[in-house]
């Protein structure tokens, strides 16, 4: 069968804008009232620097979201380009940071969906989840550090932070969450957060609210 040639760049204009795969949609079942931004970055020997972001965004509180993608190169001379989007990470690749060549950081925004399972706070909040840390005087350890507060309406708020440097590498990852238990039972987390439920109980010693650290070491042969 032969072509109709006078319908080819009307065809070859439709292909390639429906191959843009920067955009799309994410199941939001579990991060409802959510937009989840995760951030990496490349500093190459070559002097460019690549940064790379995907966003999920479920702060319409429905089954479904949408999600994009993309990459910004900043090439030596100066210049940049980028691909769907992406960031401005020149300065993970400055001359002292402690990064290192390469590394990521996520951010959570968050809000609550009522009549919805998920999601926390009466309006849109934006929390560093995860991001990579500076292990120079902390090598062959994770940091574990959790604090709670009773609130007066019966809730309980059950922050932990981790900062983990079992890698014995010079960068490691901090995680950051919160786990908000509700008086009527219902349970709300942005990030991974711990259960400090009994921490509020009647008679419980330490108070509405208070901290309390743990470490895990190991030894890093060979690490300065």
């Known amino acids: 069968m032969l072509m109709n040639y006078q319908y080819l760049p009307l065809f070859l204009f439709w292909f390639i804008g429906n191959n843009d795969c920067s955009k799309g949609p994410v199941d939001c079942s579990d991060i409802k009232g959510e937009r989840v931004k995760m951030q990496s970055w ?3 020997t070559d002097g460019s620097i690549e940064c790379n972001e995907v966003v999920k965004d479920c702060m319409s509180c429905e089954e479904t979201g949408f999600q994009e993608s993309g990459t910004a190169t900043h090439a030596a001379d100066g210049t940049s380009s980028s691909l769907g989007g992406g960031w401005d990470c020149r300065s993970k690749c400055r001359p002292g940071a402690k990064q290192g060549p390469s590394g990521t950081q996520q951010w959570v925004t968050f809000k609550r969906c009522f009549g919805s399972e998920s999601g926390t706070g009466s309006g849109p909040h934006e929390v560093l989840t995860k991001s990579s840390i500076d292990c120079s005087d902390m090598k062959g350890e994770k940091i574990k550090k959790q604090t709670w507060k009773c609130n007066n309406d019966g809730s309980a708020e059950c922050t932990e932070v981790v900062e983990d440097c079992m890698s014995c590498e010079k960068t490691g ?17 942005v990030g991974k957060g711990w259960d400090c439920r009994s921490k509020c109980e009647p008679g419980a010693k330490q108070g509405p609210s208070g901290t309390q650290q743990w470490a895990d070491f190991k030894r890093c042969f060979g690490s300065g």
């Open 173 to 189: 990852i901090q995680y950051v969450g919160t786990k908000t238990h509700m008086a009527n039972g219902a349970v709300f987390s």
């Open 42 to 44: 490349d500093c190459n």
